[in-house]
């Protein structure tokens, strides 16, 4: 699986959009890239995942550039309840476990 | 979405005893559970995978013979930390694959975590 490269952490404003990036540049054409994110003392929760197309849910948007080697996360009106570890990380799509990087540690402030 | 329970959510233990930590799906069907270790802010370790009625697969670096797991039925899996010591004080977060909806893709549902503290 595709190492990913998140920044550390980021700052961002309530009510605003916080766009998170991360780094696969080795990523493979059959590998997803999916995003989790840890609130403090929880266990991750699930955010979105994509292949090669940008998607949306309720919780966010992925965007995926054209070559692949980079998405970004999209929390469209960041809140103060999306503090949070927010971790990125690719797989194929028969893989089985999740390899935790270090995360983007956002804390939306008011 | 599909939710996992732990149990306990905490657990304070003298050093040299044995504690167990359950992980339950409550809505679907886990063929595949994970156990995770995560310390303090630090990232999440994969420490085994277990899958329904055959012996789990231990990371590297984990000894199995201290933390044994145990995949009995779709709903429950086990992770006993045996003879507890101070260093093994940790979040231990347990996730379950539903096969039945995540086939494809690798959507994990992961339980509340437990946290243990030797003593």
């Known amino acids: 699986d595709a190492k990913t490269t998140q920044p550390p952490s980021m700052d961002c404003a309530e009510g605003r959009a916080a766009n998170l990036p991360c780094n696969h540049s080795?990523?493979?054409?059959?590998?997803?890239v999916y995003w989790y994110r840890q609130i403090h003392s929880q266990g991750p929760q699930y955010i979105i995942h994509?292949?090669?197309n940008n998607e949306t849910n309720e919780m966010a948007s992925l965007i995926i550039t054209e070559d692949r080697k980079s998405s970004t996360l999209i929390l469209p009106h960041a809140t103060l309840r999306d503090t949070a570890v927010y971790y990125c990380?690719?797989?194929?799509?028969?893989?089985?476990?999740?390899?935790f990087g270090g995360g983007t540690r956002v804390l939306v402030k008011p | 979405g599909a939710v996992v329970s732990q149990h306990p959510s905490w657990v304070i233990c003298k050093s040299g005893t044995s504690v167990k930590i359950e992980c339950r799906s409550l809505?679907?069907?886990?063929?595949?559970m994970f156990w995770y270790r995560q310390f303090p802010k630090q990232s999440l370790m994969l420490m085994a995978t277990?899958?329904?009625?055959?012996?789990?697969?231990?990371e590297q670096g984990v000894e199995k013979d201290k933390f044994l797991i145990n995949h009995a039925s779709l709903t429950l899996s086990t992770l006993t930390v045996t003879s507890a010591h101070p260093e093994d004080s940790s979040f231990y977060i347990c996730?379950?694959?539903?096969?039945?909806?995540?086939?494809?893709?690798?959507?994990?549902?992961f339980g509340p975590g437990t946290r243990l503290t030797v003593l």
């Open positions: 080795t990523i493979s054409g059959n590998e997803y």
């Open positions: 994509g292949l090669k």
């Open positions: 996730s379950a694959r539903d096969w039945g909806t995540s086939a494809i893709y690798n959507e994990q549902f």
């Open positions: 990380i690719s797989m194929g799509a028969a893989g089985n476990k999740l390899t």
């Open positions: 809505d679907f069907q886990a063929t595949t």
């Open positions: 277990s899958n329904e009625g055959s012996k789990a697969t231990y």
